[in-house]
């Protein structure tokens, strides 16, 4: 990489670090300021963040054993001896001190890449957990859930992610979707479980996709797909997405209702509703309102009690799932703590499951692999809740049967491909009839 765009990859790493907003919104913001970078240079300089990123622990370790401040440029620095096996000279020409470019090496960052030199990233001395990028507070929960495969697991959120697309089908199929890609030479293959996906192997500029501004196409995981097809909405009936977000899986659910029926996008964030809302639009979606709820207790829960067909919940949580994709959220632990994260989503799912009428369904989901998040939650739930019971994946949605034989939809990185997700369907008991009375 050249100078210039080692010295903008230390700039907007540092901003990432310091900022309290997610890598991605920051790295948004950064580039609308850097109208000199151009797709590939933007492209190079995010390559080499995501690599810092995913390899913090272990340059980290690198620094600390030589008794080097853990800060970004040195970082780089290490990265480019442990990583990429640059010896000291090669690394000294990179950082010559040139307009735009990184300053010149200090004498104590010369001392540091001479007693780098020769060595490789991975140490017979390093943890398990720092080798595996596996922050301390979340050990333990994901070697209680893994067990054996805590490593294959670890490793598999230490890897780049594909391009995940779903189609929408209110403006096109997927058969036509992945032919338009075939031809402008894109590896475009239909996912493996999700029948409205596409996944693309290679990095490409967004730009390149125009579906995504017509809205015929929404990038969105394919784990984030199958939560909402556990849904099962129909045209006709009433939705609510409790925690909507962006909007997502609200989009998706819409459009299995074929713009029919209403759906109801709630969350206690006024600027990502916005955003759900401007998505909604270009995906030439009608049947969707968005609400702004105070809290989970919103007084507009309790007047719309036992209202809706189908009630989704995608909870806030630890967002351990999610590690492949933002390798800079495993560096920051559950703000609220994880009990009382737990805590909240228990709240969330008492209050939000008012809304489900008699014989409605009610989903629960995390981006989270943790026990406590996932499993756990909804046995405390079911034990508390008369009414509910468990529907298993293959009985809500027969067509995923077979890849998805299980009581829960529990998806790995390492397993399935995907990120890391878990959902749940709950079943509210129909009232008796008068029949059933007699």
């Known amino acids: 990489m050249i100078p210039t765009l080692l010295q903008a990859t230390l700039d907007l790493l540092t901003e990432v670090e310091t ?13 609308r300021g850097r109208r000199d970078l151009d797709d590939r240079d933007r ?7 995501y690599v810092l990123l995913r390899h913090r622990a272990r340059l980290g370790w690198w620094l600390a054993r030589q008794d080097a401040q853990d800060k970004p440029r040195n970082r780089l620095l290490a990265w480019l001896a ?39 990233l991975r140490h017979p001395d390093m943890p398990e957990a720092v080798a595996l990028e596996c922050p301390a507070w979340a050990v333990a929960p994901l070697q209680q859930r893994f067990g054996a495969a805590f490593g294959a697991e670890m490793a598999a959120t230490l890897a780049p992610p594909p391009l995940d697309l779903r189609i929408n089908p209110i403006k096109t199929a997927r058969e036509a979707t992945l032919r338009r890609l075939q031809a402008m030479g894109l590896r475009a293959q239909p996912t493996p479980l999700s ?34 097809l556990l849904v099962d909405a129909k045209p006709g009936e009433r939705v609510v997405d409790f925690c909507a977000g962006a909007g997502g899986k609200t989009l998706a659910i819409a459009a299995q209702m074929k713009n029919k029926g209403h759906v109801v996008a709630c969350d206690v964030n006024e600027t990502r ?3 759900c809302a401007e998505r909604h639009r270009r995906a030439g979606l009608h049947n969707v309102e968005t609400r702004l709820l105070a809290s989970e207790t919103d007084r507009w829960v309790k007047r719309h009690k036992g209202g809706f067909d189908r009630v989704l919940i995608d909870a806030p949580c630890s967002g351990t799932g999610t590690w492949r994709r933002n390798p800079d959220a495993r560096w920051r632990a559950p703000e609220l703590g994880l009990e009382n994260l737990v805590s909240l989503q228990a709240r969330i799912l008492a209050s939000a499951a008012r809304l489900v009428k008699p014989g409605g369904r009610l989903v629960y989901a ?38 998805i034989p299980s009581d829960h939809l529990s998806l790995t ?8 997700f878990f959902a749940a369907v709950l079943q509210r008991d129909a009232l008796p009839t008068p029949s059933d009375q007699a």
């Open 366 to 403: 995390t981006c989270s692999m943790l026990p406590d998040e996932n499993e756990a939650q909804i046995t405390r739930f079911l034990a508390a809740s008369a009414g509910f019971r468990l529907l298993p994946v293959p009985k809500a949605v027969p067509e995923l049967a077979g890849a």
């Open 195 to 228: 029948p409205l996906g596409i996944r693309l192997a290679e990095r490409l500029s967004l730009a390149r996709l125009s579906g995504l501004k017509t809205g015929d196409i929404e990038i969105q995981d394919e784990g984030s797909q199958l939560v909402a």
């Open 273 to 275: 509703l916005k955003r």
């Open 82 to 120: 442990l990583g990429e096996g640059q010896n000291p000279s090669q690394i000294q020409r990179l950082f010559d001190g040139a307009p735009f470019a990184p300053s010149a090496l200090t004498a104590a960052e010369n001392a540091l890449l001479e007693a780098l030199k020769g060595h490789r």
């Open 43 to 49: 492209g190079a300089v995010l390559e080499l963040l």
């Open 19 to 31: 900022a309290a907003r997610p890598a991605d919104a920051v790295t948004s913001a950064f580039f």
């Open 413 to 420: 990185p390492a397993r399935h491909g995907t990120d890391g």
